[in-house]
């Protein structure tokens, strides 16, 4: 039996715990002896050896001699149906050739994979393919992946491939061989097959930026099989520009087309940036294989001296306020909606009667560009007291990209919805600002505390929007807000989800999500339980502001009078969303709950419940807004906008409140940010602070700019105000403009290619660049791209493109001494119009040949039995860890048992001890024994001797022979005896001795 180990390096805990059991841990053993000191540490070693054994991992082939089989099939797009019929009838044919035992699957991938028929011993594939599959890209590797981690094990297992082998995610030979170490043997059938005849647009190419009223080429490559007529459209921001007047002759080959386009000068609400598209029509459908590419994409924009800035107000929230004591005459509900106001209108004005022209754009949150693209084209975004929420991740990325990589200023002002009491904590616009949202270190703030009531409110089916509102409240929390879930579980009723506890950090902040998302509430026959329940949680808490919110749908039975009333006057407060009323009982009910009519919300569309929930939240979590009144003091510093700000010994207007926050600290190295105007109190906080942020800078004013709230005095009786602001709003654009390099990307079939050429205005080369390259996907998210140098001024970089849509690729460069040797940028927005599924004409046959190397396997044909040859020999690894582990815990339980309790062991030992002694006493004695015959032997033959010497001399005396020979016999025989005996007792003790030892 072959045994090998997974893991063999852990064997060497075995020598190295016994040497540190001898020498090191032989003292925890002191207090044993004799046999149970030898057994204890018998068994530590055992232990150890078998939790070693068990680490390894060791492995005993085994073999139960039936096979499993998995179909996988390619169902990208790239392959034609003629290719997937074909497919299909390979499987058939070739399923029927399996053993009784043996067990086939089906599964069907591109982009994904779908299990379409699991491990079955009656095997019968369908025709076509089940399940919303996504078939715009080709992911073999994950595939391969997959289906290997669904065998069963003890079996031998292999995958037949079927496949073009043309993927543009992952490495499918990476996946191969990482399946050949499993045991899994890869055979590949391929799908031959050649597109003979196709049209294709390859790109659209468009200057970077173009003049007004002046004329510019716009340059399309279309690439052709054959000689075909085709009639190509123009479409300018998504409208018909121009056709051609007649189908246009496209040859075998590229084909280059020019068109002509003039954007007029734009008046105030048109756009600067325009995307072109272009769409070819092929006359002859037969010449035409792939429709699908025949579209490409591109992007311009007016090339223009004045700033442009984006101001982003604060969205008017659209929600549903019934006041339960007004009603029409019909009994309708009175409705009214929220309105901010404009956070920076007299911002606008003061930059619109400016002298020097700026195109100031306003609009509010929702509206907020979502194309990165878009945004890059404005030198300064202005965000007027906007809440984080009301961003998406998207557009934050977006945010910090144009200000990092493309030099775009950025403005944030304060307000009760902005900075932290906006949710911006450990928020991606938190990163780009200069201030922290929390406050400094010492500083107690009044704490809020707020409970969630949710109930099940599933709208359409899809989405449980108790869950989404509660998990969009815990981001606009400070983290020492205290927050607690109530739900109603079928199993036990009214339950917390989590106690009331401090919203506290990031971290904190998605383990409390994750458990919302595993939350199963049920339908709640009755409210009372669950108010009660959060009633006792906020009672028991020292939060200064306390709210209950609630979302039902006002079915389940009302609370008693007693519960409300207690609410009330421990000045809880209560607000209701209604949504999916059963009628007007459950108004009645839901209104009563509310603590006013301000606090009852009726919503008929979900996409406002999260907006409802964060405003009410905002309530209690504003502990970071002051409205104390306060003199701004101005810093003794030197700031690059100091020009802004007053003498110091000028006092300022008062301005009526702000959010607090703390200036950011840096790491050592780094310029740390200018806080040239701050609150006069003990903590200082910033009032005014800006930095710099990559190419760009980005200012905060934690109060605001409106002429009627905080600023009120500022705006009517500081005659400074305009120019305050104008000279804070031009030291903040854009200072970094495009370098005007030449920047050309070229999709492929699995990636993009970057070229940048850097040529100075002089015509020389530039060499040396520290490019920092980005691309945006269509997602919004930010990727990476190096860019390296690869000739005289030419950088190249490639990035992969997983998603059809608009990318934004920005490369900027920041010398090491900063502004002395300047700094520069690129950037370029370019779509990928199709999959690049169908940017391949024919099968990859190089790659589906690399594959089969790579997993030892054969290329197959349609002959081919699938269930022979390389498969007869596997055999499938499986793991004997366990035994060990169960092995070391019960020979470790023993080892406990031995050194703890006393099994007799001692007495064992002490009576064999007494038994070694009683021996040693009985040796000792017959050791004396002998030294005493040995004595005595001596003595015998001393007086032997003797006797011989007397009869030695008396024989020389004359006698008669016959006499002196009758005497002799007798001596000698004695003498001889006493040899013989002395002779016994030393073996004898020899013998003892050796008992002894």
């Known amino acids: 039996m072959n045994i090998d180990f997974e893991y063999p390096l852990f064997l060497l805990l075995i020598p190295i715990g016994a040497a540190y059991f001898y020498f090191v841990a032989r003292s925890t053993l002191a207090g044993l002896y004799g046999i149970r000191k030898k057994l204890a540490f018998a068994l530590r070693m055992l232990v150890l050896s078998a939790l070693a054994i068990a680490l390894a991992s060791p492995t005993i082939p085994v073999d139960d001699g039936s096979f499993r089989v998995i179909f996988l099939l390619d169902a990208s797009?790239?392959?034609?149906?003629?290719?997937?019929?074909?497919?299909?009838?390979?499987?058939?044919?070739?399923?029927?050739?399996?053993?009784?035992?043996?067990?086939?699957?089906?599964?069907?991938?591109?982009?994904?994979?779908?299990?379409?028929?699991?491990?079955?011993?009656?095997?019968?594939?369908?025709?076509?393919?089940?399940?919303?599959?996504?078939?715009?890209r080709t992911d073999i590797s994950a595939a391969l992946d997959i289906s290997a981690s669904t065998f069963p094990s003890g079996a031998r297992r292999k995958i037949v491939l079927i496949t073009d082998g043309n993927e543009n995610i992952g490495d499918a030979v990476e996946a191969v061989t990482k399946a050949k170490q499993q045991g899994i043997l890869v055979d590949v059938y391929p799908l031959s097959y050649a597109y003979s005849r196709d049209v294709s647009v390859e790109r659209i190419s468009v200057p970077e930026s173009v003049i007004a009223d002046e004329g510019f080429s716009i340059e399309v490559v279309v690439s052709s099989d054959v000689e075909t007529d085709a009639i190509f459209e123009i479409h300018r921001n998504g409208e018909l520009l121009t056709t051609s007047s007649a189908p246009i002759r496209l040859k075998p080959g590229t084909n280059s087309l020019a068109f002509q386009d003039v954007i007029p000068p734009p008046g105030p609400d048109d756009p600067l940036d325009y995307r072109y598209e272009v769409v070819a029509r092929i006359a002859d459908r037969e010449a035409d294989g792939i429709t699908a590419n025949n579209r490409a994409e591109g992007f311009t924009s007016l090339s223009s001296d004045v700033p442009r800035i984006l101001c982003?107000?604060?969205?008017?929230?659209?929600?549903?306020?019934?006041?339960?004591?007004?009603?029409?005459?019909?009994?309708?509900?009175?409705?009214?909606?929220?309105?901010?106001?404009?956070?920076?209108?007299?911002?606008?004005?003061?930059?619109?009667?400016?002298?020097?022209?700026?195109?100031?754009?306003?609009?509010?949150?929702?509206?907020?560009?979502?194309?990165?693209?878009?945004?890059?084209?404005?030198?300064?975004?202005?965000?007027?007291?906007?809440?984080?929420?009301?961003?998406?991740?998207?557009?934050?990325?977006?945010?910090?990209?144009?200000?990092?990589?493309?030099?775009?200023?950025?403005?944030?002002?304060?307000?009760?919805?902005?900075?932290?009491?906006?949710?911006?904590?450990?928020?991606?616009?938190?990163?780009?600002?200069?201030?922290?949202?929390?406050?400094?270190?010492?500083?107690?703030?009044?704490?809020?505390?707020?409970?969630?009531?949710?109930?099940?409110?599933?709208?359409?089916?899809?989405?449980?929007?108790?869950?989404?509102?509660?998990?969009?409240?815990?981001?606009?929390?400070?983290?020492?807000?205290?927050v607690g879930v109530v739900f109603f579980d079928w199993?036990?009723?009214?339950?917390?989800?989590?106690?009331?506890?401090?919203?506290?950090?990031?971290?904190?902040?998605?383990?409390?999500?994750?458990?919302?998302?595993?939350?199963?509430?049920?339908?709640?026959?009755?409210?009372?339980?669950?108010?009660?329940?959060?009633?006792?949680?906020?009672?028991?808490?020292?939060?200064?502001?306390?709210?209950?919110?609630?979302?039902?749908?006002?079915?389940?039975?009302?609370?008693?009078?007693?519960?409300?009333?207690?609410?009330?006057?421990?000045?809880?407060?209560?607000?209701?969303?209604?949504?999916?009323?059963?009628?007007?009982?459950?108004?009645?009910?839901?209104?009563?709950?509310?603590?006013?009519?301000?606090?009852?919300?009726?919503?008929?569309?979900?996409?406002?419940?999260?907006?409802?929930?964060?405003?009410?939240?905002?309530?209690?979590?504003?502990?970071?807004?002051?409205?104390?009144?306060?003199?701004?003091?101005?810093?003794?510093?030197?700031?690059?906008?100091?020009?802004?700000?007053?003498?110091?010994?000028?006092?300022?207007?008062?301005?009526?409140?702000?959010?607090?926050?703390?200036?950011?600290?840096?790491?050592?190295?780094?310029?740390?940010?200018?806080?040239?105007?701050?609150?006069?109190?003990?903590?200082?906080?910033?009032?005014?602070?800006?930095?710099?942020?990559?190419?760009?800078?980005?200012?905060?004013?934690?109060?605001?700019?409106?002429?009627?709230?905080?600023?009120?005095?500022?705006?009517?009786?500081?005659g400074e105000f305009n120019s305050f602001w104008l000279r804070i709003v031009n030291w903040t654009l854009r200072r970094v403009k495009k370098s005007g390099f030449t920047t050309q990307i070229n999709p492929g079939p699995e990636g993009a290619h970057v070229v940048v050429q850097a040529v100075n205005e002089t015509g020389e080369f530039i060499e040396g660049i520290p490019w920092r390259g980005t691309v945006v996907d269509p997602n919004g998210d930010e990727h990476e791209v190096e860019l390296e140098q690869t000739g005289a001024g030419l950088y190249e970089g490639e990035f992969r493109t997983t998603e059809e849509g608009t990318y934004f690729f920005s490369a900027s460069f920041k010398k090491a001494d900063g502004e002395s040797q300047g700094a520069g940028m690129v950037h370029q927005g370019f779509n990928i119009a199709y999959s690049p599924e169908f940017r391949r004409r024919e099968a990859d046959m190089a790659k589906i040949r690399d594959m089969v190397k790579a997993s030892g396997g054969r290329l197959l044909s349609k002959e081919d039995n699938v269930f022979t040859g390389t498969l007869d020999t596997m055999k499938i690894p499986d793991e004997y860890w366990y035994p060990f582990v169960v092995a070391g815990l019960l020979l470790f339980l023993f080892d406990v048992l031995v050194r703890r309790v006393d099994l007799g062991l001692n007495k064992l030992t002490a009576k064999m001890e007494e038994r070694r002694k009683e021996k040693k006493k009985q040796l000792d004695e017959l050791r004396k024994r002998a030294v005493a015959s040995t004595a005595s032997v001596?003595?015998?033959?001393?007086?032997?001797?003797?006797?011989?010497?007397?009869?030695?001399?008396?024989?020389?005396?004359?006698?008669?022979?016959?006499?002196?020979?009758?005497?002799?016999?007798?001596?000698?025989?004695?003498?001889?005896?006493?040899?013989?005996?002395?002779?016994?007792?030393?073996?004898?003790?020899?013998?003892?001795?050796?008992?002894?030892?």
């Open 938 to 997: 001596t003595l015998d033959l001393n007086a032997s001797r003797k006797s011989s010497a007397q009869l030695s001399a008396e024989s020389e005396k004359p006698a008669p022979a016959a006499t002196a020979t009758a005497e002799k016999a007798p001596e000698e025989e004695g003498y001889m005896q006493a040899l013989l005996d002395a002779k016994k007792r030393v073996k004898k003790q020899r013998d003892w001795r050796k008992m002894e030892d």
């Open 491 to 718: 199993t036990g009723g009214a339950k917390w989800l989590f106690g009331l506890q401090p919203a506290g950090g990031q971290t904190n902040r998605i383990l409390l999500a994750s458990k919302i998302n595993e939350m199963q509430n049920g339908d709640m026959p009755d409210f009372a339980p669950c108010v009660e329940l959060a009633y006792e949680g906020l009672e028991a808490s020292d939060a200064s502001k306390k709210l209950i919110i609630l979302i039902s749908d006002g079915d389940p039975a009302p609370p008693g009078n007693k519960i409300l009333n207690n609410i009330t006057e421990s000045s809880i407060a209560f607000s209701t969303v209604h949504i999916g009323s059963h009628g007007q009982d459950c108004v009645q009910t839901m209104m009563n709950m509310a603590t006013s009519a301000e606090h009852y919300f009726q919503v008929t569309d979900p996409t406002k419940l999260p907006a409802i929930f964060i405003q009410e939240a905002q309530q209690v979590t504003r502990n970071t807004v002051v409205t104390d009144p306060f003199v701004p003091l101005i810093s003794e510093i030197t700031t690059p906008i100091e020009s802004s700000i007053p003498n110091s010994n000028v006092v300022l207007p008062q301005l009526g409140g702000y959010v607090i926050t703390s200036e950011k600290r840096v790491e050592r190295g780094q310029p740390p940010p200018m806080v040239p105007l701050r609150v006069p109190n003990e903590f200082e906080d910033p009032l005014l602070a800006h930095w710099d942020y990559g190419l760009g800078r980005s200012v905060a004013f934690t109060s605001d700019a409106r002429d009627d709230l905080w600023a009120k005095d500022w705006h009517t009786s500081w």
């Open 77 to 136: 797009k790239s392959i034609p149906e003629s290719a997937q019929n074909e497919a299909m009838e390979f499987i058939r044919d070739r399923a029927v050739g399996r053993g009784v035992d043996d067990e086939v699957a089906f599964y069907a991938f591109a982009r994904d994979t779908s299990i379409q028929v699991p491990f079955t011993k009656d095997f019968i594939p369908d025709n076509r393919i089940s399940g919303d599959l996504k078939r715009d």
């Open 312 to 482: 982003v107000e604060r969205a008017n929230s659209i929600i549903e306020v019934a006041h339960a004591s007004i009603r029409t005459a019909s009994g309708d509900l009175v409705r009214r909606e929220y309105d901010h106001g404009e956070s920076t209108g007299a911002l606008v004005k003061a930059m619109t009667e400016d002298q020097r022209q700026m195109r100031v754009s306003v609009i509010r949150s929702p509206t907020f560009p979502s194309r990165m693209e878009d945004l890059a084209a404005y030198d300064l975004l202005i965000l007027g007291n906007v809440p984080v929420n009301e961003l998406s991740p998207t557009k934050l990325t977006m945010i910090q990209v144009a200000v990092r990589d493309t030099g775009m200023g950025l403005i944030v002002l304060g307000g009760d919805s902005s900075f932290a009491a906006g949710g911006y904590n450990d928020s991606t616009l938190e990163e780009v600002l200069p201030v922290n949202m929390e406050p400094k270190q010492g500083r107690e703030l009044e704490q809020g505390a707020i409970v969630m009531i949710l109930h099940t409110c599933e709208i359409g089916g899809e989405e449980d929007w108790g869950k989404r509102v509660a998990r969009e409240t815990l981001k606009v929390l400070s983290p020492q807000d205290e």
